[in-house]
């Protein structure tokens, strides 16, 4: 049992998890594991130079859990450990966002420990997964087909939560508490082969270990740390591609195609994992990954659905990813010059310009000659037909083709502006006006045009 214990303290040495005055505070929820872990830290809290907490999440999905939660609560007075309890409804989570129970167990036991970690100020979230845990994740996620991250298996530590006695094994947890007749709480579910990871470890992996390899668990622990420090070399190289090949704007990311003369499908696969996991908190597939490694390939204009919110559009050299948004709807909007008009787009005004001041001009702006103005102008979306002579050319062009020509994105096509005069296009706005208002040295009257439109 001395072994046992030095081996806990070897391998949390080796990994730097903990250093002298953290706060840990460990996930208890009464079985062998976390048990294990209450006792242990409890007996080398002095070699360590640390402070314990302890937190018991309710899933509220066994009538046991209110026996585990009392021989906890007990367990820890005994020890003199403070103890704190939360309540989670993880079938109502389930439901409402459709993932497994399972998921949704694990997703709001995280979020609690987080809540409960930064109140108490620990430095440390101590969770029991063990190499047998290991196991179990490592094939999941190699059938599942979730690729190099996925059978990395159980990170030892990321961020805040580290997982101490991730080098032994169940057996020798039981064996260490059998000797020592430390009580610890059996779930009974754990026999239960209604959820995945339970049909694996009572059905598959048995037989895997009698028919193939008896140390199994030791095998896969060792690939999935080799695999795991490999993963942390190509993150960064990723991220170095990342800030180079992302475009970043507000609810709209835009990954530069160029990219694929330079690297394989494989980085870009890269890319686009970081994307949906860090920016939009997506949980990423095979299938969603190869379905944008797709769209890279196809026609200008096509598109995919990523989510509920999101939506990837393949607009010439780039993938654009964006909030799903309808078409914006314009009502012809009147206005005067001299007046400034606030509507649900945006806003515009039109103003006379005084004297031949140098034009400070940019994308939302132009000045124009208003000798031949009449009457109000109108600001709506373009339509089938419209046409206009745009500023350096001789005949009129259509909208349609000019948009065309500029390489206008789809979705900002949909929504283009024009703004008229008299029946005629004065401006394609953002873009060019009309040549039969260009300024001349004869131009008597200036007009300042300005549109600022809401960005979809």
């Not at 706060?23 to 009464?30: E, T, Y």
């Not at 095998?219 to 990342?242: F, P, R």
């Not at 949909?414 to 706005?429: D, H, P, R, T």
């Amino acid at each position: 049992m001395r072994n046992l214990e030095q081996k806990v303290i070897k391998f949390i040495d080796q990994n730097l998890l903990i250093e002298p005055s953290n706060k840990l505070l460990i996930a208890f929820s009464g079985g062998p594991d976390s048990t294990f872990l209450i006792y242990f830290f409890e007996k080398y809290k002095r070699r360590f130079k640390i402070d314990l907490y302890a937190a018991y999440i309710d899933h509220q999905l066994r009538e046991d859990s209110k026996n585990e939660l009392t021989f906890c609560k007990e367990f820890c007075e005994q020890l003199k450990i403070p103890f704190y309890s939360r309540s989670v409804n993880v079938k109502k989570c389930a439901k409402e966002c459709k993932i497994s129970i399972e998921e949704a167990a694990r997703n709001l036991r995280y979020q609690k420990l987080e809540e409960l970690s930064k109140k108490l100020s620990c430095n440390k979230i101590v969770l029991g997964h063990t190499k047998n845990d290991n196991t179990e994740t490592i094939l999941l996620n190699l059938i599942k087909g979730t690729g190099l991250s996925g059978i990395a298996g159980i990170p030892i530590k990321r961020k805040n939560i580290i997982r101490p006695i991730l080098a032994l094994s169940k057996y020798e947890i039981l064996g260490y508490l059998k000797f020592n007749k430390i009580n610890y709480c059996f779930d009974d579910s754990n026999l239960s082969d209604e959820f995945e990871r339970n049909f694996l470890r009572n059905k598959i992996i048995p037989q895997l270990k009698n028919k193939i390899n008896p140390s199994l668990d030791d095998s896969l622990l060792k690939s999935s740390i080799v695999i795991q420090k490999e993963n942390e070399l190509i993150k960064c190289i990723i991220d170095d591609l990342y800030a180079v090949f992302i475009k970043k704007e507000k609810n709209k990311f835009s990954v530069d195609l160029s990219i694929k003369k330079i690297f394989d499908d494989i980085y870009i696969s890269e890319i686009f994992k970081k994307l949906l996991k860090s920016e939009l908190k997506l949980d990423v597939s095979t299938n969603i990954i190869s379905s944008l490694i797709e769209l890279t390939k196809k026609q200008r204009g096509k598109k995919i659905k990523l989510c509920s919110d999101y939506v990837a559009i393949k607009e010439n050299d780039w993938i654009i990813v964006k909030k799903e948004t309808e078409n914006i709807i314009c009502k012809s909007i009147k206005i005067k010059i001299g007046e400034k008009i606030y509507f649900n787009q945006g806003v515009i005004e039109i103003s006379r310009v005084l004297n031949k001041e140098k034009f400070n001009r940019k994308k939302n702006i132009e000045f124009i000659s208003g000798d031949f103005l009449r009457g109000d102008f109108l600001l709506r979306a373009w339509r089938s037909g419209d046409k206009f002579t745009p500023l350096g050319m001789k005949g009129e062009k259509k909208i349609a083709d000019f948009l065309a020509e500029q390489k206008t994105p789809n979705e900002i096509k949909k929504n283009q502006f024009v703004l008229i005069n008299n029946g005629k296009i004065v401006w394609v706005v953002n873009y060019r006006i009309n040549e039969k208002y260009k300024i001349l040295n004869s131009t008597k009257r200036i007009i300042k045009l300005c549109v600022k439109m809401k960005q979809i």
